[in-house]
Each structure stands twice: as structure tokens, then as C-alpha cells.
């Protein structure tokens, strides 16, 4: 892909909550979860960016502050005024009310490892399960929105040399139609970018912010959770409005 024409729409940011490794299994969160968040470049523009930079501005002065969901939970850094119960509430207000407006569409994949590790003697590597389920069913969506032969970026933080390396391979291989689940991602080309950690992206921020709430709700679904009520509607869904198995699959 050379022209600018052949690029798509939309573009695609990803990241995940919990890890990925099976060798030792927090009981607190034995979940791996992947996330995708897919946008109209022209609303990431208009409206994603300068809604979370407004915000940093709001609170910070600038907009240097990398959005952070841990942080945010455990405060610590830029995010030491949480401590003070006025200030987090006023925080989580606006921030609540920052990720309602985001004009985004959630393709999520949860990894049981528990489920896994039992009923696999050689367990799929969680990371590239998830992968091929979201691949998958992004693929479905960008279809349907007229995205069939446009190529598509897929944003991805980096995690580290071999971690990388595995990701792209497995990537590689989910477009081959060669994945660890015999899905393909046929008429609309993917390109992934797996970019470092001191980029300031606003997309790979809301994705961070998104992923740990859909993990509490899947351990916890009878527990109020507010972030997870306002990303209900924003997942993908079937013809019937479901997004149970399309817009959030767990796995096995």
C-alpha cells in the first residue's frame, strides 16, 4: 500500500490488562484481556485528541501526563492528588464523563488461564488467542463499514524485545490464515505498529483506560462498575444488539 487512498478510515488501538503468562496465575485476576478500540480517524482528530488533551490541561496545566489506569487506581506520580478524596471524585467525574463521549467501537478478547491451563495440556499463549479473536472480529467491523482492501493500522504498545518479535510473528500468522484458531482476516489488510512507551498517544491511552474494567466486570459481574456501565454500549454487536460473544469473547 503506497497512496495515501489505500489507507482506511479507521484506525486501531490496542491494549490489554493483566499478563499473559501461565507459569504462575494471580487468584486475584486470573484473566488476560485484550483490547481493541476502533475509531474514524476523522473523529480521532475532531474529537478523541483534543477531548484528552482538554482534560490533562484541566487538571495538569499540560498535556505531557500519559493517562495511566494503574496509576489512576494506586496513585502515585502525577496522579498523588487522587489521594485526596474531593479532588479523585471531581478526576473521576470528568474522566467518566470523557470516556462516555468517546465516539469508539471496543472488539475485546478475555483469556481464562485457569480455564486454559485445565483443559489444555499444551496451552495456547494467551496473548495470541486474544489476538486472533479481536483480529477477527475487527475484521467483521471494518468490513461492514466499507473497509474491504483499505489497510488498517493496528497500535500496539511495546512490552519488550522478545515479546514484540512473538507478537508481530503471531500476527503474521493470523493474516496467513496459519493463527493458533482458524480464523483469517481476508479483504481488509492489517498492518501492525508496535510503538514505545514514551509515545504520548491519546488512542493507546483510552485503550489502557478501557481494559481493566472489562476484566472486573467478567470476575465480578454482579459488583458495580461504573467504567464498565459507561462501555456497554460501545461494544461491537450483533444484529440483535449483543455484544456477548461479538464485541467481548471469553475464552475457552
Excluded at 129 to 149: D, I, S, Y
Aim: aromatic share 10%; net charge neutral; hydrophobic share 45%.
Amino acid at each position: 500500500m503506497s497512496t495515501l487512498a489505500a489507507f482506511g478510515e479507521y484506525i486501531v488501538f490496542i491494549d490489554e490488562s493483566g499478563d499473559h503468562g501461565l507459569m504462575s496465575i494471580d487468584p486475584e485476576f486470573p484473566l488476560f484481556v485484550l483490547v481493541f478500540v476502533i475509531v474514524e480517524k476523522a473523529a480521532y482528530l475532531q474529537r478523541v485528541v483534543p477531548a484528552m488533551k482538554a482534560l490533562k490541561f484541566d487538571f495538569w496545566g499540560h498535556d505531557t501526563v500519559v493517562l495511566h489506569a494503574h496509576e489512576i487506581r494506586k496513585p502515585r506520580g502525577d496522579f498523588s492528588f487522587l489521594q485526596i478524596r474531593e479532588r479523585r471524585e471531581k478526576f473521576l467525574a470528568a474522566l467518566n464523563g470523557l470516556v462516555a463521549g468517546m465516539p469508539i467501537t471496543i472488539v475485546a478478547a478475555a483469556i481464562d488461564k485457569l480455564q486454559l491451563a485445565q483443559r489444555y495440556k499444551s496451552p495456547f499463549n494467551p496473548y495470541h488467542v486474544a489476538l486472533g479473536l479481536c483480529m477477527e472480529r475487527t475484521n467483521r467491523f471494518l468490513r461492514a463499514h466499507g473497509q474491504e482492501g483499505r489497510l488498517t493500522h493496528l497500535i500496539a504498545e511495546a512490552r519488550g524485545e522478545r515479546e514484540d518479535a512473538e507478537l508481530e510473528l503471531e500476527f503474521r500468522r493470523v493474516m496467513d490464515g496459519q493463527g493458533l484458531l482458524p480464523y483469517r482476516t481476508d479483504g481488509t489488510p492489517f498492518e501492525m505498529r508496535i510503538t514505545s512507551k514514551k509515545i504520548n498517544s491519546e488512542g493507546l491511552q483510552l485503550a489502557d483506560l478501557v481494559a481493566h474494567p472489562i476484566g472486573r466486570h467478567i470476575l465480578k459481574p454482579d459488583q458495580p462498575n461504573r467504567a464498565f456501565e459507561i462501555l456497554r454500549s460501545k461494544f461491537l454487536t450483533n444484529a440483535e444488539g449483543e455484544f456477548a460473544g461479538w464485541g467481548l469473547k471469553i475464552f475457552p
